[in-house]
């Protein structure tokens, strides 16, 4: 959460938006009171409130959450997103599932006018997208602890008696202490 955009998670929003033909595509991640989007297309808003956010209907279930007509469906006819900025008509949105079962966040797709449902084909596609983020996530997530690891080996070492070499296959030496 509030954390800065990445290029990568920009790329598959932008993706998302031209493979559906959509005006907004966004990548959400969702904690107890508001929904982030950690990246977005077509969207001037940088987050919401979770109570509002068709995404937590998005979280309820397994697969893919798909709206044709905001109007016509009596969960999101009276919402604000729907009566208001962004006016939303049509939603579709895939839950971002950890490895360990947990939603984090979605995939989504809006229109303002309503749309037919998707089809098989768009269900793969998003399912794929979907999954292309969280390989993204999770190379973020990894880096973020060699990250750490590493600061913790350096500010261990710089304080050792004892002479520290870290090598590499590819590299060499990629570190050492005074020592």
Aim: overall charge positive; aromatic content about 6%.
């Amino acid at each position: 959460m509030n954390t800065p955009p990445s290029d990568a998670l920009d790329r598959l929003t932008m993706l998302a938006a031209r493979l559906f033909r959509v005006p907004v595509a966004f990548i959400s991640l969702i904690d107890s009171d508001r929904q982030f989007f950690k990246s977005r297309h077509g969207l001037s808003i940088c987050e919401t409130s979770r109570s509002v956010a068709f995404c937590r209907f998005t979280l309820e279930q397994a697969n893919i959450l798909c709206v044709p007509d905001t109007r016509l469906d009596a969960r999101f006819s009276h919402n604000p997103l729907v009566l208001g900025y962004p006016h939303i008509r049509f939603y579709a949105g895939i839950p971002l599932t950890t490895p360990g079962g947990h939603r984090i966040g979605t995939v989504c797709l809006i229109d303002t006018q309503p749309r037919a449902a998707l089809n098989a084909t768009d269900r793969r596609h998003l399912a794929a997208i979907a999954s292309l983020v969280m390989d993204q996530l999770e190379v973020h997530r990894l880096e973020l602890l060699r990250h750490s690891s590493q600061q913790r080996l350096e500010a261990i070492s710089s304080t050792s008696s004892d002479a520290i070499i870290c090598t590499d296959i590819r590299q060499g030496v990629i570190f050492w202490n005074p020592a």
